[in-house]
């Protein structure tokens, strides 16, 4: 590491998760080094079996670190690469003159293509896995490995991707810099839910891994061999945001109540059910939303594998509601196998559309959702509704998987069903939604739609403020509706756990919050302050 100096260098960029930290940087880009071949055909061979071997011992530390159900995914990479029928034609190809890089990509190439030909959706789901298995040992060739932070430290990219991010050990502390990236987008997200100080779009900086830095996610600042001065202040504002925080959590067991005495709900947004064990369910009122995406993180899962997810949290909520969301795959949530390829993913078959369109796979999680709603309080939430003819076509579905149930004698129970209102054409009108269970509004998608600003780019992430007096006023809109006509109304985009988001939301007539557990404590101690009358600007 870099002792510190007496330069100082700021740069600057927008807070996508609150916090603090110091430590060295770590640049994550670069480190694939391209191949070199050796002209040999033996020498070729050998190191492609060598590659062979390394990836498949990486596969297995992986292992050794994962869940069951990662487990059960990495166990069939490693059979795969100890196949022999997926390695032989490289191997042969070797002994014609191709390099081992060049033998290995066109064998898998091969491979790759004739699982996603595969009629089976389930079958297809696996060429992932093969491209996945592909990368590793072409990296292993080119003497990259999988370079992981050490622990605490900042790490630097120009984006990253929500798997890049969960394969990093966050407990040990550290914090993202990122040079583009967006405070919506879902590696954010995930940075906020595991209370990751977060920066975005500080674009290129100069600096090298190993240079101490200190990253204050809370003024949007990344000090680079920071003088003492800096130290100094960075120490004074860290030491108070950790007062705030503290503060706010020896309140975190109290109810929600406004300053002038309005009761405010407040639940947890999840995005894999081991998020839960580390909530107390005496600081929250349940679930207000549940992501199954992680399910589908390396391709489709089957109904056993879902309710058990969907059973541990139930469990963990022991009777508060548990709102469960159907997947919303698609805009930036590919699923291989199942998303398909679109120019704009964002206005695509994405959630309830993609759903629909394969019933197939829908029925699976009905299946596993029904049975689920046996044993406690859940909710089923439709994502990306944008026409009633989709809710309608969503509960007919549910009510033919209840009968199957029913026919089979497998007990199961019939949820309340609600719909996220995040299309700007629900939020303007509706009217037509006036039987459904709930509104559930998601102003990470409503926002971006009305300000036709994408969640994933950080060039134009100013406009995506869920303040903009357009965005107010269709919540306070659908907060008009679901009160005049008994229908509960909620938010659970980010903003509901962003403390200078949450006078606005309350002043627009919402009572109910769904926020990520890193900003429960900071978003009561909002609610708190803020009185019912306040102005929503
Ligand atoms: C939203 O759009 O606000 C929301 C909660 O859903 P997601 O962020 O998963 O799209
Ligand atoms: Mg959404």
């Known amino acids: 590491m870099s002792q510190p100096t007496t330069r100082l260098d700021r740069v600057t960029g927008t807070v996508a998760s609150i916090g603090y930290a110091s430590g060295p940087l770590f640049i994550l880009d ?192 990344l000090d680079i061999l920071p003088d003492t001065e800096a130290r100094h202040e960075f120490l004074k504002a860290s030491t108070a945001h950790l007062h705030l925080v503290q503060a706010a959590r020896s309140h ?100 309830i559309r993609l759903s629909l369109s394969r019933p197939e796979i829908f029925r699976v999680q009905i299946r596993a959702l029904l049975r689920a709603s046996f044993t406690g309080n859940v909710k089923v939430m439709l994502p990306m509704i944008s026409a009633l003819s989709e809710y309608t076509a969503a509960m007919n579905l549910f009510r033919e998987v209840s009968e199957e149930l029913n026919a089979a004698g497998i007990p199961h129970d019939f949820p309340l069903i609600g719909i996220m209102v995040e299309v700007p054409a629900v939020a303007i009108h509706p009217e037509p939604f006036r039987d459904v269970a709930f509104f559930s509004i998601g102003s990470n998608d409503l926002a971006q739609y009305v300000m036709a600003a994408g969640r994933d780019n950080g060039a134009v992430a100013a406009l995506n403020d869920v303040r903009h007096p357009a965005i107010l006023s269709l919540i306070h809109h659908v907060a008009n509706y679901g009160e005049r006509y008994g229908i509960p109304v909620g938010l659970c985009g980010d903003a509901a756990g962003d403390p200078a988001a949450i006078p606005a939301l309350i002043a627009s007539g919402l009572r109910a919050l769904s926020v990520s557990p890193a900003q429960l404590p900071l978003a009561k101690a909002a609610i708190a302050r803020t009185r019912t009358t306040d102005s929503a600007e």
């Open 30 to 221: 670069g480190g694939d080094g391209a191949y070199a071949p050796s002209g040999d055909p033996a020498v070729e061979t050998k190191r492609l079996r060598a590659a062979l071997a390394r990836s498949a011992a990486e596969i297995a530390e992986l292992m050794a670190k994962s869940n069951d159900e990662t487990a059960a995914i990495l166990e069939f990479q490693i059979a795969m690469i100890e196949d022999d029928n997926l390695s032989d034609p490289a191997f042969a190809a070797i002994t014609t003159g191709a390099d081992a890089a060049t033998a290995w990509t066109d064998a898998l190439l091969a491979e790759v293509h004739g699982y996603e030909a595969a009629e089976d959706a389930y079958f297809a789901a696996r060429s992932a896995d093969l491209r996945d298995i592909s990368n590793r040992v072409l990296r292993a060739l080119s003497g990259a490995t999988d370079r992981q932070p050490p622990p605490g430290a900042i790490l630097h990219a120009r984006d990253l991707t929500p798997t890049q991010f969960l394969s990093i050990d966050w407990k040990q502390g550290g914090g993202i810099a990122l040079g583009a990236g967006s405070s919506a987008s879902h590696v954010a997200m995930l940075a906020r839910s595991r209370g990751v100080p977060m920066l975005v779009g500080t674009g290129p900086i100069a600096v090298a891994t190993g240079d101490f830095v200190l990253l204050d996610a809370e003024r949007g600042r």
């Open 252 to 351: 975190l067991r109290d109810p929600a109540v406004t300053a002038d005495g309005a009761p405010v709900e407040v639940l947890v947004n999840i995005a894999e059910p081991a998020e839960a064990d580390t909530i107390d369910i005496a600081t929250c009122d349940g679930i207000g939303l549940m992501r199954t995406e992680f399910l589908f993180r390396h391709g489709l899962p089957d109904e056993e594998t879902q309710y058990a997810a969907y059973r541990r949290v139930i469990e963990w909520a022991a009777g508060k509601p548990v709102t469960i969301r159907t997947v919303d795959a698609g805009g930036d949530k590919p699923v291989p196998g199942y998303t398909v390829e679109e120019t704009n993913p964002f206005l695509g078959l994405r959630g």
